[in-house]
């Protein structure tokens, strides 16, 4: 069984930093591609940061040159450096995966960010 859990979240003030950690278990993790997307209240859930089983990542615009996606295989986690954190960024942070041998997605339970200016 598929299984990603994440960690990390709380709340700092802006201009913080935090990183939130994702374990997956229950699949070959490296073959697998990773990625962050967040939620806002009364917003959609928009991608944050990919990451390809190679290591190749992009970013959307609104977090490039902040934030930071990792990978280590040999933990099965991805990471999500945040950097000069902004109101703005306080969302819900989901952790997600495809694993490539089923084209299945998953998801984690997500962790709450809270950016306070």
């Known amino acids: 069984q598929v299984q990603l859990v994440e960690s990390g979240g709380g709340l700092v003030q802006a201009g913080g930093s935090l990183r939130l950690s994702c374990a997956a278990s229950?699949?070959?993790?490296?073959?697998?591609?990773m990625g962050w997307y967040r939620q806002a209240p009364g917003k959609q859930r928009e991608l944050v940061a990919h990451?390809?089983?190679?290591?190749?990542?992009t970013y959307a615009d609104s977090v490039k040159g902040r934030f930071t996606i990792s990978r280590d295989n040999a933990k099965n986690t991805v990471y999500l450096q945040m950097n000069s954190l902004k109101p703005e960024d306080t969302a819900v942070y989901y952790c997600?995966?495809?694993?490539?041998?089923?084209?299945?997605?998953?998801w984690g339970q997500g962790t709450q960010v809270t950016v306070s200016s």
């Open positions: 990451i390809t089983s190679g290591g190749s990542t």
């Open positions: 997600w995966m495809l694993v490539v041998t089923t084209n299945y997605e998953y």
């Open positions: 229950g699949t070959k993790f490296s073959i697998n591609p």
